[in-house]
């Protein structure tokens, strides 16, 4: 089965600089798709990032970029110039490309520094 | 263009009741998606509908059930509710079964006593 690990229940960052997020996964499959979730108080699940395994490129949206190891099932986050608003929990996701099911890791939450 | 919408935001109900769960998809889209969320854990699959028929289940009991409208609307139900039941209850809409990307609902805060 597949599985989303997160090792780091907590994180901060002083506003401006750049914090890296962890996530490793588990999967016998070589076709899916990857992706990062930002759940603020509001609640609001939203989609930050994803990334396709077939595509060696990492993905980047903004300031917001990702590091996929696929050998080392790996899919770090990299927030750059840390605002305010990126305060928020974290999930990394994964989905196997024929299935719509996406599976969560236990999030990190990320807390920025004035 | 309407984002995934849920509703009721918050319901209180008490141990042994039935609770109904609403959601409403992204303009455009025909597949939902329920997820469980306890407090501080990440989100866990309930069930997906699709040409309204259940197309997949997580492990869930049969105390949560669900079901899909013409229009793509979805309930989810969870009959004689147990404390543990108490969660953030998440939709999320997408396009056919095998679009990669979900787009998620507020949810709807369930507390039961």
């Known amino acids: 089965a597949q599985t989303v690990t997160q090792s780091q229940p907590e994180m901060s960052v002083q506003e401006a600089e750049t914090v890296t997020l962890s996530c490793t996964y588990d999967?016998?499959?070589?076709?899916?798709?990857l992706f990062w979730y930002k759940q603020p108080p509001s609640r609001q699940m939203i989609l930050v990032i994803r990334?396709?395994?077939?595509?060696?490129q990492n993905a980047t949206e903004n300031r917001f970029s990702v590091n996929f190891q696929k050998a080392a099932k790996s899919f770090s986050l990299k927030i750059s110039d840390s605002q305010l608003g990126d305060a928020a929990m974290y999930f990394c996701?994964?989905?196997?490309?024929?299935?719509?099911?996406?599976?969560f890791g236990p999030g990190t939450s990320l807390s920025v520094i004035p | 263009d309407a984002g995934v919408t849920q509703s009721p935001t918050h319901l209180i109900k008490t141990r042994g009741q039935q609770v109904t769960l609403r959601c409403s998809p992204k303009?455009?889209?025909?597949?939902v998606s329920w997820y469980q969320q306890a407090l501080g854990q990440g989100p866990q699959f309930i069930f997906q509908?699709?040409?309204?028929?259940?197309?997949q289940r997580g492990n869930f009991p049969d105390r949560f059930s669900g079901h899909q409208f013409p229009n793509y609307s979805s309930e989810l139900n969870v009959n004689a509710l147990l404390l543990g039941d108490s969660a953030l209850y998440l939709c999320?809409?997408?396009?056919?079964?095998?679009?990669?990307?979900?787009?998620f609902g507020p949810g709807t805060r369930l507390t039961v006593l």
């Open positions: 999320a809409s997408s396009l056919g079964v095998t679009t990669d990307t979900q787009y």
């Open positions: 999967t016998s499959e070589s076709d899916y798709y």
């Open positions: 990334q396709e395994a077939y595509k060696q």
């Open positions: 996701a994964y989905r196997r490309t024929s299935y719509d099911k996406v599976i």
């Open positions: 303009s455009g889209h025909d597949t």
């Open positions: 509908y699709y040409e309204e028929e259940e197309r």
